[in-house]
């Protein structure tokens, strides 16, 4: 529902482009007053986790709440020892990852037809 709102309806992509097959990723979905409005993907691969689809329902958007659905998603990286986390960022939320201490790696690429920047954040993992 929040990806078919934000992608499809606001940003014009493809349907077929946000459907998941039966054995995708896993998914988060971060609740405002018992109302979906935030919503990501993960994706494992080599040593990190691939996050996609970041999005959040407009009418809840400057809540911070992407920030809480992100800080969940990298504590449970954290406590699985995830060495890393990847994303392609829209161009205009860069700003956005950057303060969460992402970093833009390479060149930048069309998702969509949407300007992208695949961007990391290297995890310290925590001897105990």
Avoid: C
Wanted: no cysteine; net charge positive; glycine share 10%.
């Amino acid at each position: 529902m929040i990806r078919k709102e934000v992608f499809v309806k606001e940003q014009g992509v493809d349907m077929a482009l946000e459907l998941d097959g039966e054995l995708g990723p896993t998914h988060y979905v971060l609740y405002y007053q018992g109302k979906p409005a935030t919503t990501a993907r993960i994706s494992p691969e080599q040593a990190g986790w691939h996050i996609q689809r970041v999005a959040t329902l407009k009418s809840y958007r400057k809540l911070g709440l992407a920030k809480r659905l992100l800080s969940k998603i990298e504590e449970d990286a954290r406590q699985s020892k995830v060495a890393y986390l990847t994303l392609g960022a829209q161009d205009s939320a860069q700003g956005f990852y950057t303060k969460l201490g992402y970093q833009v790696v390479g060149a930048g690429f069309l998702d969509a037809g949407i300007a992208h920047h695949r961007m990391d954040k290297s995890l310290q993992i925590k001897e105990n």
